[in-house]
């Protein structure tokens, strides 16, 4: 109760609570515009956290998931394009309700269903994760082994049209996470003669060059026409949200059953590696389609269609905590970012840290939970402006994107290598992005290289010439062995009954 208690205060204090409403209003932002997300935000922002305190970065950060999480239904509502993947679903209900002239109460039953799926997996979080990393502390290298296989097999197989490239992406991340030192022998290795490679390829510069240059590529790509008609019919599309009817408090919770039901399902899929808040969207969406007694409103304005996805896909926030915390394993490309943010803080994600650092893992449950009201207050007083900025032309917005990325990685590195190794990834994320290559296999890859190159070569020098029965010995390890073995047999089978899903 001591811990708990330190841990909240510690978040308490001004400068975290500043840092997240900061990185809630930035979120939004970023989250709002089509074609930015959350993981762009903190991948341009996490070298101006180095020189903060752990704890108000971590703030700052989450609050940016937060807020990014929520805002890209403002453009899906306003516009028909959704500012970010996981907001797809919340245009289908959304739109036509602004069409209808209840854009104001579709803004609001977007905002509170995603703090209201927030709160609720949040709170489950509280009562999960620790537990769980109490089990978790039983794991050691063959155990540690199979769950990062169990991951990597999860992750490229679900995250992509086919297999063989989520794969291909994976191995590829794994490739490039084993550039530096061996992790036993301390001997360099395909650094090409690169002091600077000497630790490794840096997180920062990849994501950064992956997600924020190559998105600049993708609209310069797009060309100058399609701009200047894209910018030419946004005001026609543009919905006034000044009027309109306001969401009452007894008609928001008329729609509680779809809130709690989608919250269950954002945390349960945001708890699985490489899912993703979009696929949340999607199933807590269909699942309030299925379950409502008007399923022939759903695509014509239901709010329940906006509630559903918004629910489902903000409670998935608080479920990639779980493994991100309890396991050291991201869940998807944001928690990915902010473990490297851990790492330059000292913070090794996994179930030590529960142990050695507990005051730490509950001032990050109290800012998953703070930063549910700053995302209520801002979002309800901000909505007319973040209306408006939608509207700014993507030349602008995409120009002002690429100063911040070279910028961001020499603030960071002060080094120009760095910034090569940034415009190289771009190109890498551009090519992998336009054939479908899967950038979350590749970085969950990137990211968990080291930690199961350590952990396999543990346990194949714990089993003595013997891994089989080693494995056998470890209940846990075979557990995920066979679940592993259970997923990629059904991830086959489906690809038997679709085309090109083995192909390249």
Not at 117 to 136: C, E, H, R
Not at 300 to 321: H, I, K, R, T, Y
Not at 359 to 366: A, K, P, R, S
């Amino acid at each position: 109760m001591d811990t708990l208690i330190a841990g909240i205060f510690s978040v308490l204090a001004l400068e975290p609570l500043l840092a997240i409403g900061a990185g809630v209003a930035v979120g939004i932002f970023m989250g709002a515009i089509p074609g930015l997300h959350a993981a762009m935000a903190i991948a341009l922002l996490s070298p101006i956290t180095f020189g903060m305190q752990p704890i108000t970065a971590i703030a700052f950060l989450t609050g940016i998931y937060k807020g990014g999480t929520y805002g890209g239904s403002i453009s899906a509502i306003l516009l028909n394009t959704p500012g970010s993947p996981e907001a797809t679903a919340s245009a289908f209900d959304g739109y036509p309700l602004a069409r209808a002239g209840k854009a104001k109460k579709a803004l609001q039953m977007a905002l509170y269903a995603s703090v209201g799926g927030a709160l609720l997996a949040d709170l489950l979080l509280y009562v999960v994760a620790s537990p769980f990393s109490k089990f978790a502390l039983q794991f050691g290298p063959t155990e540690v082994t199979f769950v990062i296989l169990f991951a990597f097999t999860f992750v490229a197989g679900l995250t992509g049209k086919s297999l063989l490239r989520g794969l291909a992406a994976c191995s590829f991340g794994f490739l490039c996470g084993m550039i530096g030192l061996d992790p036993m022998s301390a001997t360099p290795r395909l650094n090409f003669g690169y002091l600077e490679l000497q630790d490794g390829l840096p997180l920062l510069p990849i994501a950064i060059g992956m997600l924020g240059v190559a998105e600049v590529i993708f609209a310069v790509e797009r060309g100058r026409a399609h701009l200047r008609e894209k910018q030419n019919e946004a005001p026609t599309q543009m919905i006034s949200v000044t009027g309109g009817e306001n969401l009452s408090v007894l008609e928001y919770f008329t729609h509680w059953k779809t809130i709690i039901r989608s919250s269950l399902i954002g945390t349960c899929i945001g708890a699985l590696p490489g899912i993703g808040a979009a696929m949340a969207a999607f199933v807590g969406y269909g699942a309030a389609k299925k379950h409502s007694q008007r399923p022939e409103e759903f695509g014509q304005g239901s709010l329940d269609g906006v509630a559903a996805p918004e629910a489902a896909n903000s409670a998935v926030v608080g479920g990639s905590f779980v493994p991100l915390l309890t396991l050291g394993i991201p869940g998807n490309v944001t928690t990915a970012l902010l473990i490297g943010t851990f790492l330059v803080h000292g913070i090794e994600p996994g179930p030590h840290v529960f142990k050695m650092d507990p005051v730490l893992i509950y001032g990050i449950f109290t800012i998953l939970f703070m930063a549910n009201f700053f995302t209520l207050v801002i979002g309800l007083v901000g909505s007319g402006l973040y209306s408006h900025i939608i509207k700014v032309p993507e030349y602008i917005t995409y120009s002002v994107i690429a100063l911040t990325c070279v910028t961001g990685v020499y603030a960071m590195s002060s080094s120009l290598f760095f910034i090569y190794v940034m415009i190289l990834f771009s190109f890498i994320g551009y090519l992998m992005k336009k054939f479908d290559y899967s950038f979350v296999a590749f970085l969950i890859g990137f990211v968990l290289a080291p930690e199961f190159e350590l952990a396999f070569r543990s346990f194949l020098l714990i089993s003595q010439g013997d891994p089989v029965g080693q494995l056998v010995q470890r209940p846990i390890a075979l557990v995920f062995f066979f679940l592993t073995l259970v997923t990629l047999s059904r991830i086959l089978w489906r690809g038997l009954s679709e085309q090109n899903y083995l192909k390249f």
